[in-house]
């Protein structure tokens, strides 16, 4: 008989197989919002399933199995049982929590866990890697003596935001950030010793985690009278104690398609963002030629998590040639990969043919370094930069409201000249890569311009609460768990990204009377009746940005325009009495045609 031991983490499904008693093998797959498909792969591809028993542990999502639970207090005193391990506490560092588990002569005398924040967890700091281009292999070539910097610890989005700046003000390499993240990650996992009142003794770590090295290199620095040792099955540790309880608990496992269950969604709802697309009109854009001999300005925009650049004809304004790329934590590197690109394009129009560059100019946080490598005088901060564009394009502007990668901002202007702003004090919920990574991180998107197509389809979005975007992404994993359609998610994490992007970015009296938004290289339009208690008017969502920036003609313009708005990245929105029209463009462009 084969037993089968299966955990249902927050972001993977792990299985142990026993065959006579010992571990055959075991295998971790992301089930990125789909436990079912993910448990099926497994099951299909090793199991006999008349012959298989099977226990399931985990967290909410194995309510999905029709499968004998247990909790995981009860499978990881069994997989201590396995090893033959009595240690002082457990610690079970997870890709959503951390959980401390006392010890009393084998057995779980006490738990401690953590609130819903993703400070300290492994998707946190997968998600850092990911930005930096990095995983988590390059831990084990980092040598132990990589300086640490100090690092906001109380939230994750703010820590964000810190290893954002340095990566982007060159304070820090990426491996001395990865080093560093790990050290806030031990100093959390000490905070909950310190609360257990565990001191001393002997400590395992289990979970994911344990695969990052410098996480017993920094607990055994932080709490040098603890004993921390990593088992070789701390990765599937409860998956391990689940299989063991198969022979005293376990079930023959059904046939595919009865080992599921529904078990409802327990969320509130939206009504779908399709309803408002008939506001939306998309004007198209034509791009200009190089022509050899001319003259053309480079706008170069160099921001959080992207680096964009454009090169424009003096003579016509017109957008020759354009790239849109990520900075990968690397300002300088990610500005050299744009230029090679724009050169590509220059060369694949006119050959080897000569252009004057006349001017280059650059905005965006790293707008300094990004200045200096170009030698360029021309360098401007982001509100200047959508003022002086936007103005440019129609005349009575008054209201911006931009989202970017790590902040969403708000600027009034009177005559043409910015006279107030606010932005978000660090916090990612409202923000593009707080979108683009839930998506891809949960729920197996790895494009930003497929979200909006995909959120589009949902007839009843999800409403998540929490301001938090850590909490946020806890709501998310948990209407996974329920069974919740992708696109109700997708649709719902867009609403919320809005409505915390007004929360945190918008004054509670604000000018506007209506606001909208692009988000973070995918255009997501956002109607804000922020005069009537923030109630949400209609929401559409288009495909992804070019990189074009075209101004209306007065003939274009209906009657009774309330406001224009400009959209980073891609849009400048022209909102009438009945419709909305966006027109694309970059912010890069926004200081060209001063």
């Known amino acids: 008989m084969e ?7 927050s972001t993977n499904v792990k299985a142990t197989f026993l065959a006579d008693g ?21 099951i299909q591809k090793h199991c006999a399933k008349d012959i298989i028993k099977a226990v399931c542990t985990g967290n909410t999502g194995r309510k999905q199995l029709k499968i004998t639970q247990v909790i995981l207090p009860e499978s990881i005193e069994a997989a201590l049982e396995v090893i033959g391990e009595r240690p002082d506490a457990v610690v079970s560092l997870g890709g959503e929590t951390i959980v401390v588990y006392k010890m009393l002569d084998g057995h779980i005398a006490a738990t401690l866990t953590g609130d819903k924040c993703a400070a300290g967890t492994g998707e946190f700091l997968c998600q850092q890697l990911a ?4 995983d988590l292999d390059v831990l084990n070539s980092i040598p132990y003596e990589t300086r640490v910097h100090t690092l906001s610890s109380r939230c994750s989005v703010f820590m964000k935001t810190d290893c954002t700046h340095k990566l982007n003000k060159r304070e820090a390499t990426k491996e001395e950030i990865v080093v560093s993240l790990t050290n806030v990650m031990a100093g959390k996992v000490v905070e909950f010793l310190t609360r257990a009142r565990v001191t001393n003794g002997r400590v395992l770590l289990i979970g994911g985690v344990t695969r990052n090295p410098f996480i017993q290199y920094f607990l055994n620095k932080l709490l040098p009278d603890i004993d921390f040792f990593v088992p070789k099955h701390a990765h599937y540790f409860e998956a391990l104690g689940a299989a063991h309880l198969v022979k005293r608990q376990g079930a023959r496992l059904t046939p595919n398609n009865q080992i599921f269950q529904e078990i409802g969604v327990k969320f509130e709802r939206y009504d779908s963002l399709a309803q408002s697309e008939n506001m939306v009109n998309q004007i198209s854009t034509t791009h200009g030629r190089i022509i050899a001999g001319r003259e053309y300005v480079l706008g170069i925009d160099g921001g959080s998590t992207t680096t964009k650049a454009v090169l424009v004809d003096i003579a016509n304004c017109r957008i020759c040639a354009s790239w849109y790329g990520k900075t ?7 500005l050299c990969k744009v230029l090679i690109e724009i050169r590509k394009q220059v060369r694949k129009q006119i050959s080897d043919s000569d252009i004057k560059i006349s001017l280059a100019a650059t905005t965006g946080s790293s707008r300094e370094i990004l200045g200096v490598f170009v030698e360029t005088m021309a360098v401007y901060n982001e509100i200047i930069a959508h003022t002086v564009g936007t103005t440019n394009f129609y005349s009575k502007i008054d209201t911006i409201f931009e989202i970017g990668g790590q902040d969403a901002k708000y600027v009034y202007l ?3 000249v910015p006279i107030d702003y606010a932005m978000n004090e660090a916090c990612s919920a409202g923000t593009g890569s707080f979108l683009e990574e839930s998506a891809k991180s949960d729920l197996n998107i790895y494009s930003a311009a497929d979200i909006g197509p995909i959120a589009m389809k949902s007839e009843k979005p999800l409403k998540f609460g929490g301001h938090c975007s850590a909490f946020i992404n806890s709501d998310i994993r948990t209407a996974i768990q329920q069974g919740a359609k992708k696109e109700d998610i997708v649709a719902g994490l867009v609403i919320t990204v809005h409505e915390q992007a007004l929360a ?3 004054p509670a009296v ?9 988000q973070h290289g995918v255009r ?9 208690g923030g109630r949400r008017l209609v929401t559409g969502i288009q495909a992804a940005p070019v990189a074009e920036f075209v101004g209306p003609r007065d003939d274009q313009l209906a009657d009774g325009i309330v406001r224009v708005i400009p959209i980073n990245q891609a849009q400048v929105v022209v909102v009438g009495p009945e419709r909305v029209t966006l027109l694309d463009g970059p912010e890069c462009f926004a200081f060209l045609r001063r």
């Open 504 to 506: 945190e970015a918008v």
């Open 328 to 334: 990968h934590g690397d300002p300088v590197k990610a």
């Open 510 to 518: 604000c000018p506007a009377d209506l606001v909208a938004q692009q």
């Open 131 to 134: 930005r930096m281009d990095m």
């Open 22 to 42: 010992r571990e055959r093998f075991t295998e971790i797959i992301a089930h990125e919002g789909d436990i079912p498909r993910a448990l099926l792969s497994i």
């Open 414 to 416: 009177s005559n043409g």
């Open 524 to 532: 997501i339009l956002v109607l804000h009746a922020v005069g009537d």
């Open 3 to 9: 037993y089968l031991g299966i955990d249902i983490g």
